[in-house]
């Protein structure tokens, strides 16, 4: 291929094939004002012919609206996010909008480069699951020029933006307890990144649910990247040992499970186990996981209208406020104790 068929075609390149001027050209893209009809035509061919691609960054410095949303994820490797930005890119293509996606692996510095890319690109508003408040000043820095902002899973105090989240508190409660119905009462609380508010929740929904039945509480946080696995095997030959965990996210139940495996720890005769987050293949493991459902889906739905919807009110200038709080589901399965339900229906 040679290097001028791989070069960017330009508004100078489409005026030049069918003998106008660039004005011309940027009339016609523009809507066709003050341009005749057989000229219009003429510019449409020479742009469908030379697949001529409009510079969105170069229109929104004219004056135009951005097409163009951005969206920051800690992690595309975690089902959880992934289900989130699919769900964000489907609303904004169905609403006429282009997604730019980052994943920042949850290192601060990335994060920050990501959103000065962003602006850069003069993008219409952001979408983000923050991963730190050093983030915090860049975010306001773009709300005061007017770029609407939602915060999704994750929220911090003393920003304004709008927030999309769901009731980790009583998810958790909910979690907790079914273990407590269970009869357990050595339960152990383990997960990684109790730094956000997420995260907090569902540490206060456990503890609520603990202090509520008069029992004692049990924690292992540590911070991520700590192997946390044999921590709660080692926790498993003490003098108290838990007789149930309750895992603050799917990357934690994923670990706790791969260690309990590899040291032949039966579940749940020896160690019952509840997570917050279904993921794909919790129902297809050797024992199903039970877990707490996120509708990861409709946190990316709901983010994605709310801004759009400021997009196309104006409000974007104005102080958001909007909040939403989705619900939660427990999903029963096997390794909380439970007996499997049958779905195959038997003869009468």
């Known amino acids: 291929m040679s290097t001028r068929s791989r070069s960017v075609v ?24 003050h341009v005749s009809e057989e000229m219009a035509r003429r510019v449409e061919e020479a742009i469908a012919r030379l697949n001529y691609q409009p510079n969105e960054a170069a229109r929104t410095l004219k004056g135009r609206t951005s097409r163009t949303i951005g969206l920051i994820v800690p992690s595309l490797s975690d089902p959880f996010f992934s289900q989130c ?3 964000v890119q489907q609303v904004a293509a169905e609403q006429g909008y282009m997604t ?5 692996e949850a290192n601060r510095s990335v994060e920050a480069e990501e959103l000065s890319q962003m602006r850069a690109r003069n993008i219409a508003g952001i979408l983000i699951v923050p991963s730190s408040e050093n983030s915090l000043e860049q975010l306001q820095e773009l709300r005061r020029s ?16 709008g927030e999309v989240m769901v009731e980790n508190l ?20 383990v997960g990684y990144d109790r730094e956000y508010n997420s995260i907090g929740e569902r540490i206060e929904g456990y503890k609520k649910a603990m202090q509520t039945a008069g029992l004692s509480q049990q924690y292992i946080l540590v911070k991520r990247g700590v192997p946390i696995g044999p921590k709660v095997v080692a926790s498993l030959r003490s003098a108290k040992p838990p007789s149930a965990v309750f895992t603050l996210n799917n990357v934690t139940s994923v670990a706790v499970l791969s260690a309990l495996k590899r040291e032949e720890i039966r579940i749940p005769q020896q160690l019952a186990i509840i997570g917050f ?21 409709e946190l990316g739905r709901h983010a994605t209208r709310m801004l759009i919807d400021s997009l196309r009110t104006g409000n974007g ?22 007996e499997p339900i049958s779905r195959i229906a038997r003869p009468s």
């Not at 730019?100 to 920042?104: D, E, I, K, N």
């Not at 009583?170 to 609380?189: K, P, Q, S, V």
């Open 317 to 338: 200038g104005e102080r958001m406020t909007s909040r939403i709080v989705l619900p939660t589901e427990l999903i029963l399965r096997q390794s909380c104790g439970c």
């Open 85 to 87: 930005a699919h769900a």
């Open 170 to 189: 009583e998810g958790a409660f909910r979690a907790t307890n079914h273990l407590i119905d269970h009869g357990h009462r050595r339960i152990l609380c």
């Open 146 to 161: 007017g770029m609407p902002v939602v915060m999704i899973d994750r929220t911090f105090a003393g920003i304004d933006a």
């Open 277 to 297: 987050d279904d993921f794909e293949l919790a129902s297809l493991l050797a024992v199903p996981l039970t877990a707490v459902r996120q509708p990861a889906t």
């Open 100 to 104: 730019m996606l980052f994943a920042c």
């Open 10 to 33: 330009t508004i100078a390149d489409v005026a030049r094939a069918c003998g106008v001027g660039t004005m011309t050209v940027s009339r016609v893209i523009n809507g066709k004002k």
